[in-house]
């Protein structure tokens, strides 16, 4: 899975359909995106909880409706995406890789994902694991990603507490050289549970080259076009 972490945003505009149209272009066949909820239950594609760091206005996105947020724009100029706008883009060309930034969503996460024919072509991620195990229950063909930053002592147990699929260490920033962290023992031991495990967002060439030598399920980054160069190289 080469995983577009936001789109190709180190290029271009993070979360915004630019980003996520040329990661497809670069080979990405999957886009990582975030969502927060508005104060009127709409689903809106961003990072940050405040819209003042990727558009043209400010506010946080939980105390405003979808009619006051988009009053603004992106600021490379195109509308503010919502999940249902992201999922029309992609259908049919990419996966949804999705992290829900907050609890609550989980029911209009779900209903939008089915209505629009895409739960074979979704993932949600989630460091709030309890979000990720409300999934499941609600619709159990929705597959699930954990999250995480520690370097946890039983990663199985992390998996199975939320009843997800995949393990994702976000450990980028641990070492310079953060292949190292994902060892043998343990890709062997999630393959084994049956466990898939899925890397950090990476740019470097030559770090993503080790990651592809480790045989895991996916990996993130904000450069798809590194990754799909790397892909082809190591086949």
Excluded at 16 to 29: E, H, L, N
Excluded at 73 to 85: C, F, V, W
Excluded at 128 to 142: A, G, M, S, W
Aim: with cysteine; proline share 5%; glycine share 6%.
């Amino acid at each position: 899975m080469r995983i577009a972490h936001r789109g190709a945003s180190e290029l271009f505009l993070e979360n915004s359909p630019k980003a996520f149209r040329k990661a497809i272009q670069q080979g990405a066949d999957w886009v990582e995106c975030d969502v927060h909820k508005s104060k009127d239950g709409e689903l809106i594609v961003m990072h940050d909880f405040d819209l003042s760091k990727t558009t043209t206005g400010k506010g946080l996105i939980g105390d405003m409706s979808l009619s006051e947020i988009r009053k603004f724009e992106l600021k490379n100029g195109e509308p503010i995406p919502t999940l249902r706008d992201v999922i029309d883009l992609i259908k049919g060309k990419a996966g949804l890789y999705c992290e829900l930034k907050v609890q609550g969503m989980e029911e209009e996460f779900v209903r939008i994902v089915t209505e629009n024919g895409h739960i074979d072509k979704t993932i949600a991620i989630s460091f709030h694991h309890p979000v990720l195990k409300k999934i499941k229950q609600l619709e159990p063909r929705i597959k699930t990603s954990v999250l995480v930053t520690a370097i946890p002592m039983d990663p199985i147990a992390v998996v199975r507490s939320a009843g997800a699929d995949f393990f994702h260490p976000c450990w980028e920033y641990r070492l310079a050289r953060p292949h190292k962290l994902s060892t043998p023992d343990l890709i062997n031991s999630l393959k084994k549970e049956g466990i898939g495990i899925i890397s950090w967002h990476e740019e470097r060439y030559e770090e993503l080259r080790e990651l592809m030598k480790l045989g895991l399920v996916g990996i993130c980054t904000n450069r798809p076009d590194i990754l799909s160069m790397v892909v082809k190289a190591c086949r």
